[in-house]
Structures are given as structure tokens and as C-alpha cells.
């Protein structure tokens, strides 16, 4: 195999591992999903099948963070979990309860997400910079 052939072979694997990767980066938020329901936050398969529930009784405090730099906030990383699905610079920490301290979670709208969350815990919805709202 000639160098420009074998140039050739490292491109294209290249380039097909990019795509895969891709492809299920952009898929995930079909895959899975976070949902508030009427006492617990969810990540859901596939939009129906709940894998994990945070339940409102749970929960300590929430509030809207940059996704890469969690600053402000003491977060120890073997007590927390990252549930990401989507590259975005906004997601929401949950701090709660159990051995797992902290959750950070990507939601589309994280702002209105925070919000709502907030109103369904009780502690109404505060300024919250990625939102806008009150």
C-alpha cells in the first residue's frame, strides 16, 4: 500500500469515527430525556421509560449553572453524577439528598425547566439568568 493510500485509510477512519460519534451525540436527547412529573424529577428512555427519579422530598436546592464550570458551589466528584445529554452551556444542579450529593442534568430549557422545578417544590421561581423570568 502506497503512503497516499494508506493517508487515504487514516482519513476516512477518521472521518467515520467523527460521524459515529456524531450521530449518537445528537441522538441522545431522543434517547433519553428529563421530565418533571408530579413528585419526582425523571430521566426517561425514549421519552415513556423512567431510569432514574429524584423525588421532590429529596431535593435540597436547585439552581441554574454554567454546564463546565460549577463555581460558587463546593461539588466533590465522587458525589456527583453528570446526566448530559446535550452540549449547551446552561444546566441545572440539583443538590439532594443520599450518597450521590449533586445531579447535574441538561434539560432543553433549562431556565424554564429551573422554574417550574422550583414552583413545584414550593419555593417559587427566583430570577433566574438563563430564563429571564421573575
Known amino acids: 500500500m502506497t503512503t497516499l493510500g494508506k493517508l487515504i485509510a487514516v482519513v476516512g477512519a477518521v472521518a467515520s469515527l ?24 425523571e430521566v426517561v428512555l425514549f421519552r ?3 431510569i432514574y427519579k429524584i423525588p421532590f ?6 439552581r441554574a449553572v454554567n454546564a463546565f464550570s ?15 445529554n446535550r452540549f ?16 447535574l442534568i441538561t434539560p432543553k430549557d433549562p431556565g424554564g425547566f429551573c422554574d417550574e422545578l422550583l414552583i413545584r417544590l ?9 430564563s429571564g423570568s421573575k
Open 48 to 50: 415513556s421509560i423512567a
Open 18 to 41: 467523527a460521524g459515529i460519534f456524531l450521530c449518537i451525540f445528537f441522538m441522545l436527547p431522543y434517547i433519553y430525556d428529563f421530565r418533571l412529573t408530579s413528585a419526582a424529577v
Open 122 to 130: 414550593g419555593e417559587g421561581a427566583p430570577v433566574n439568568p438563563s
Open 88 to 103: 449547551t452551556s446552561k444546566a441545572i444542579l440539583i443538590e439532594k439528598r443520599g450518597m450521590l450529593t449533586f445531579v
Open 57 to 62: 422530598g429529596d431535593i435540597r436546592s436547585v
Open 70 to 84: 460549577v463555581s460558587g458551589v463546593a461539588v466533590n466528584p465522587f458525589r456527583a453524577i453528570r446526566i448530559g
